[in-house]
């Protein structure tokens, strides 16, 4: 507890029952942890863990997949990663809680995509509606623009073009969402706003998306890494769209010199992470 950390420090009453507090087996600790780290490295972005009072990450186990991760990240060069690009691609509005009469539950229902996104098999590139003149038209099979209550004139032109370019296009705003595909069709989903992993998958599969696994494990690819999150485990198959070198990065271990498909078996409630050099 936070008060038997630093006397005077917790308000009476307060913090006196554990908050925050993690799971119970320290192998499901373990398991997040590398789960966290191998978004980070495969989506190339920054993050942090703190010590909020003192213990929170005093063990060895913990402490060693911060420390081999960091070092992960300098010890190992970039190869080829431009084979491992994604072909989804996601649109958010940074101001869709600006224009949400319903104080955040039409918010909190839309971005609540993230977690079936995470389980469909297929890397995803995430923007802000601010950004969409960096967008590529040539890289992306499926564009989710996501959250964008009303479409700008520009916007709409933007989804003419890509539809011309065979792109499936998903709009979801605060009434359902509109799936225009390749085939130059317009769907309308009324108030079909949240979406299942198993509902997005077929949906990228019919886009001609690759999905380098078939199960709904957390998959996170790109960069040269690879990491799985699985809750069941068991053996999975993993599919590359290149032949590529698998190697476990802690002993810089090679499980396979030159394949597109890679077999191993993941234990219950476990996270791996691979290095992938494509060729």
Known sequence: MLKDRSQGIAPPGQYENGVWLGPEEMETSVSFLLKNAGRMLAYGYGGWWFDMWGGWFSDPDLLDVIEKTNQFYTEFSPQNKNKMHSQVCVIVDEELSFWDASYGKLTNEILSNRYPLAKTGAPYDLF????????????????????????????????????????????????????????????????????????????????????????????????????????????????????????????????????????????????????????
Do not use: C
Request: glycine residues 6%.
């Open 128 to 279: 802000l509606r601010t950004d969409l003149d960096s967008i590529s038209s040539t890289q992306y099979k499926v564009i989710w623009m996501m959250g964008m209550l009303n479409l700008e004139n520009e916007e709409l032109l933007k989804i003419e073009k890509w539809r011309q370019q065979g792109i499936t296009v998903l709009w979801t705003n605060g009434y359902g969402t509109n799936i225009y595909n390749k085939n130059n069709e317009e769907v309308l989903i009324e108030k079909k706003i949240k979406w299942t992993d198993l509902e997005l998958k077929d949906i990228w599969e019919r886009a001609g998306v690759h999905l380098y696994i078939d199960t709904v494990d957390v998959l996170y690819i790109g960069n040269n890494w690879l990491s799985i999150h699985t809750i069941e485990g068991g053996k999975r198959t993993i599919k590359f769209p290149f032949f590529a070198q698998v190697v476990e990065p802690k002993n810089h271990k090679i499980l396979e010199d030159s394949t597109n498909s890679f077999d191993i078996n993941l234990e219950p409630k476990s996270t791996i992470l691979l290095r992938i050099n494509p060729y």
